[in-house]
Antibody, heavy 124, light 110 residues
Framework: QLQLQESGPGLVKPSETLSLTCTVS??????????WGWIRQPPGKGLEWIGS???????YYNPSLKSRVTISVDTSKNQFSLKLSSVTAADTAVYYC????????????????WGQGTLVTVSS | SYELTQPPSVSVSPGQTARITCSGD??????AYWYQQKPGQAPVLVIY???ERPSGIPERFSGSSSGTTVTLTISGVQAEDEADYYC?????????????FGTGTKVTVL
C-alpha cells in the first residue's frame, strides 16, 4: 500500500525559505503513471494546489506561487521536495504531499493518496 | 482566476440523502473529483472523473454532472459521513493546467 510522509521544520521565520520533503514508501516514485504534488491548507480554510513534478523532473506550478516555488525529485531516495521562498504569515498552513494521476488529457488528474500533512507556521 | 463554488454547509438527518453541489465554468470540459476530509485528517478521494468510485469507498457515495454543476450525493447518510467535502477540477486554458479546489462544504449529520 502506497504511503507518503511529509517531513521538515514546523516553524519558519518570515522572509526565509520553507523546505519540506515527502518520502514515498510502498511504491516507486519513478512510476511512469503518476505525477507527485504538493497541496496546502491554511488553518480553518480550504485547499490550494502548489505544484507537481514527474519523476523525470518536469514540473508545473500554481501561477500564484510560481515565483517562489521550487519542487524537485530524488528518485534514488524515493523522495520529492518543496521549497517556498520569502515566506510570510500567509504561508502558514498544513502542507500535504500526494500522488497525482497522470493526465491522459490535460487537466484530467486527481490526488490519491495523500500524506498525513505537516503544519508549518511562519513566525519570528 | 478559476473558481469552484460550493455551499458552505449542508445538514442532513441519518438515513437521508445529502447532495453537495460544485459550480464552475470549465466543468463541462473538465472532470470533477471529490474529497472527504475529517477533522485533523488528510483528504480522501471519494469520487473521480465525475462519477467513478475508488475501491473501498462505500456505494452510498455517487457523483453526477450537468453543465457547469457537478453533484456529490451521499445516500443513506451515516454519522461517520460528517466531514468537509471538496470538489476539484482543472483550468486547462493556460499553458499548463491549474488544479483548483472548491470552497468546501461542511456536512453535518443531525
Amino acid at each position: 500500500q502506497l504511503q507518503l510522509q511529509e517531513s521538515g521544520p514546523g516553524l519558519v521565520k518570515p522572509s526565509e525559505t520553507l523546505s519540506l520533503t515527502c518520502t514515498v514508501s510502498g511504491g516507486s516514485i519513478s512510476s511512469s503513471s503518476y505525477y507527485w504534488g504538493w497541496i496546502r491548507q491554511p488553518p480553518g480554510k480550504g485547499l490550494e494546489w502548489i505544484g507537481s513534478i514527474y519523476y523525470s523532473g518536469s514540473t508545473y506550478y500554481n501561477p500564484s506561487l510560481k515565483s517562489r516555488v521550487t519542487i524537485s525529485v530524488d528518485t534514488s531516495k524515493n523522495q520529492f521536495s518543496l521549497k517556498l521562498s520569502s515566506v510570510t504569515a500567509a504561508d502558514t498552513a498544513v502542507y500535504y504531499c500526494a500522488r497525482q494521476a497522470l493526465p491522459i488529457v490535460v487537466g484530467w488528474s486527481w490526488f490519491d493518496p495523500w500524506g498525513q500533512g505537516t503544519l508549518v507556521t511562519v513566525s519570528s | 482566476s478559476y473558481e469552484l463554488t460550493q455551499p458552505p454547509s449542508v445538514s442532513v438527518s441519518p438515513g437521508q440523502t445529502a447532495r453537495i453541489t460544485c459550480s464552475g465554468d470549465a466543468l463541462p470540459k473538465q472532470y470533477a473529483y471529490w474529497y472527504q476530509q475529517k477533522p485533523g485528517q488528510a483528504p480522501v478521494l471519494v469520487i473521480y472523473k465525475d462519477s467513478e468510485r475508488p475501491s473501498g469507498i462505500p456505494e452510498r457515495f455517487s457523483g453526477s454532472s450537468s453543465g457547469t454543476t457537478v453533484t456529490l450525493t451521499i445516500s443513506g447518510v451515516q454519522a461517520e459521513d460528517e466531514a468537509d467535502y471538496y470538489c476539484q477540477s482543472a483550468d486547462s486554458s493556460g499553458t499548463y493546467p491549474l488544479y483548483v479546489f472548491g470552497t468546501g462544504t461542511k456536512v453535518t449529520v443531525l
